[in-house]
């Protein structure tokens, strides 16, 4: 069995041969860490670029900024216009190809722009096999992901970003608000804004890790399971402030949270009951 001492050195190892990488830094722990080690093992031929878009909350941008001045690497931030992409906006199961590939599209002369060997983003080991439409997109653009290619998976990921002391060891994995919007259901700037509102009123409730699902007229909060008790408890402030946004219901799901949910009803034929 590897351990994750030797996997570590591996990824070094594998990111020193690259020579210099762009790494499409998103701020969340799995790039971070692979921005960190790039960063340790090639000095300034490691630099971040990181998406700036209506899919994203502003706090992400600000997040992703601080953490790579932590680092201390080279930070670009590069305007992406998902929604301009009809392919995108029309929001069919592949929605993340397109995502990908609008962000590749700028990072790809970038590179070039800057000297740059490759192109690296933080897909992980846990993704292979699962519903990842921008992998496709990555292996068009020739965009590395050296955490898949050491076999290096979230758990792994997490420890080792404690043991480095990253800020963001324990954060929770979070998505683009675009993939809170249930397939087949247009992508717009006024829902996208809507659900990133709904989402700060929770976060400043106190809760970590959560979704706030839209179903055009519904809002579908995930929590976990634990967590489910605590909303009930915030009932009336939830409900309230969800309707003053504009939906018409405001429900729980009692199979609370989990990361691509909304993955679920492409691959079924069932009804899907809201909760």
Request: net charge negative; hydrophobic share 40%.
């Amino acid at each position: 069995m590897v351990t994750l001492e030797e996997k570590y050195l591996h990824l070094q190892e594998h990111l020193h041969s690259l020579n210099s990488v762009l790494v499409a830094f998103s701020g969340g722990v799995d790039s971070t860490l692979l921005l960190k080690v790039a960063y340790d093992v090639l000095g300034d031929r490691a630099i971040a670029a990181t998406a700036d878009s209506e899919t994203y909350p502003h706090e992400e941008l600000a997040q992703a900024q601080e953490l790579a001045a932590w680092i201390g690497c080279q930070h670009i931030v590069v305007q992406t216009n998902e929604l301009q992409d009809e392919a995108y906006a029309s929001n069919q199961p592949d929605r993340c190809y397109h995502c990908k590939k609008t962000l590749f599209t700028e990072l790809e002369p970038l590179a070039q722009q800057l000297g740059l060997s490759v192109i690296v983003y933080g897909a992980m080991a846990d993704d292979v096999g699962t519903h990842r439409p921008g992998h496709q997109a990555a292996a068009e653009f020739q965009i590395r992901s050296p955490l898949i290619e050491t076999d290096i998976g979230k758990t792994e990921i997490r420890e080792l970003a404690r043991r480095l002391q990253l800020p963001n060891w324990n954060k929770p994995s979070y998505a683009c608000l675009s993939s809170r919007i249930a397939y087949g259901e247009r992508v717009t700037a006024d829902k996208l804004h809507t659900l990133d509102d709904a989402e700060r009123f929770l976060r400043g409730l106190g809760f970590t890790q959560f979704r706030v699902r839209h179903h055009d007229t519904i809002a579908r909060i995930e929590v976990p399971l634990d967590m489910i008790q605590r909303v009930v408890e915030h009932r009336e402030t939830i409900v309230h402030h969800l309707k003053e946004l504009g939906y018409t219901y405001v429900t729980l799901d009692l199979q609370g949270f989990r990361s691509g949910s909304m993955n679920e009803a492409p691959q079924s034929q069932d009804i899907m009951l809201i909760v």
